[in-house]
C-alpha cells in the first residue's frame, strides 16, 4: 500500500491563488497515476458521447 505524495512549492501566491510568483509555502497533493489515468480515460468517454449526441442532432 502506497502512501500518498506530496510537493513543497516556494513561490506560491495566497492571494493570487497561484504555485508560482509569490512569497508563501504551498503544499500540494500529487495524484497516483492511477487516478489521472481515470480521470484522462472518462473524458474521453465524455468527449466521445457529447460527439456522438452532437452528430444525432444535426
Do not use: H, K
Request: hydrophobic share 40%; proline share 3%; net charge positive.
Amino acid at each position: 500500500m502506497g502512501g500518498q505524495e506530496f510537493a513543497i512549492s516556494y513561490q506560491a501566491s495566497f492571494s493570487g491563488g497561484t504555485f508560482e510568483g509569490g512569497n508563501d509555502v504551498a503544499i500540494m497533493a500529487i495524484p497516483e497515476p492511477n487516478s489521472l489515468s481515470m480521470l484522462a480515460g472518462s473524458l474521453g468517454v465524455a468527449l466521445g458521447l457529447q460527439r456522438i449526441r452532437r452528430r444525432r442532432s444535426s
